[in-house]
């Protein structure tokens, strides 16, 4: 599956509009407020997935294969981008402003469950960046 999800066309009228994210979805939905400066996943789920969609702020978004040392594929996410991380997947959010985006995950985020599918790494935007 494609990092980079299109959306539909909103629906706009003179009421203002309405953006479809996901038609179909039976996960977990959370809201996550960054500070600039910080990072967030470093880590891939063995099973779970999730789309992300960035309301404001900025991301950079880096990701690879688990277990790969391959340099990582870099994507700057900007507002109104929906994105998606499949399981397997290393992931890095480095966020150089204050940003808030929403995550649809495909498990629930029950703290045992999500940890129990979570493996941590290091960062991937370390081992570009710094």
């Known amino acids: ?27 977990s939905c959370v809201v ?17 997935y999730h789309y992300c969609y960035l309301i404001s702020g900025k991301i ?6 688990a277990g790969s040392k391959s340099k990582p594929i870099e994507y700057s996410i900007n507002p109104g981008t ?7 997947i290393e992931h890095s959010m480095f966020f150089p402003e204050n940003s808030i985006f929403i995550t649809f995950g495909g498990g629930t985020r029950l703290h045992k469950d999500y940890e129990d599918d979570l493996v941590r790494v290091e960062s991937l935007y370390d081992e570009v960046y710094k």
């Open 1 to 27: 599956m494609e990092v980079i999800q299109e959306l539909p066309k909103p629906f706009i009228d003179n009421r203002g509009e309405i953006q479809n994210l996901l038609s179909e979805h039976h996960g």
């Open 32 to 48: 996550i407020k960054s500070n600039k400066g910080f990072q967030r996943a470093n880590h891939y789920h063995k099973n779970d």
């Open 60 to 65: 950079i978004y880096l990701e690879r294969p």
């Open 82 to 88: 929906m994105f998606y991380t499949g399981p397997m």
